[in-house]
Nanobody, 121 residues
């Protein structure tokens, strides 16, 4: 009912920048919060950044001052601008959205397929 597709992952040198994008599509009535998670090999998935429909943001401590999350509500898109990348940022990054499909009265969590970000030292 709701699909999320990420793009923008790549191999980049330490200190470089990347911009991830995620587009939600399908029969969407509304989207509440959106966010980016990441999972490195052998580690649990962690929340990197989140943004409410009203634009309130939240970041994990390790990316504060380096990453910026934003969204375009009209286009059902969320972005993650990543600057000053470090090798420890290497992970698969997943887009998440809490959305209400047109055919449902409830909100559900949806996930993208993930995009690989690799930062070389």
């Amino acid at each position: 009912q709701v699909q999320l597709v990420e793009s923008g992952g790549d191999l980049v040198q330490a200190g470089g920048s990347l911009r991830l994008s995620c587009t939600a599509s399908g029969r969407i009535f509304s989207i509440d919060g959106m966010g980016w998670y990441r999972q490195a090999p052998g580690k649990a998935r962690e929340l990197v950044a989140a943004i409410t429909s009203g634009g309130i943001t939240n970041y994990v401590e390790s990316v504060k001052g380096r990453f910026t999350i934003s969204r375009d509500n009209a286009k059902n898109k969320v972005y993650l601008q990543m600057n000053s990348l470090k090798p420890e940022d290497t992970a698969v990054y997943y887009c998440n959205a809490r959305a209400r499909p047109s055919s449902d009265f409830r909100y559900h969590d949806y996930w993208g397929q993930g995009t690989q970000v690799t930062v070389s030292s």
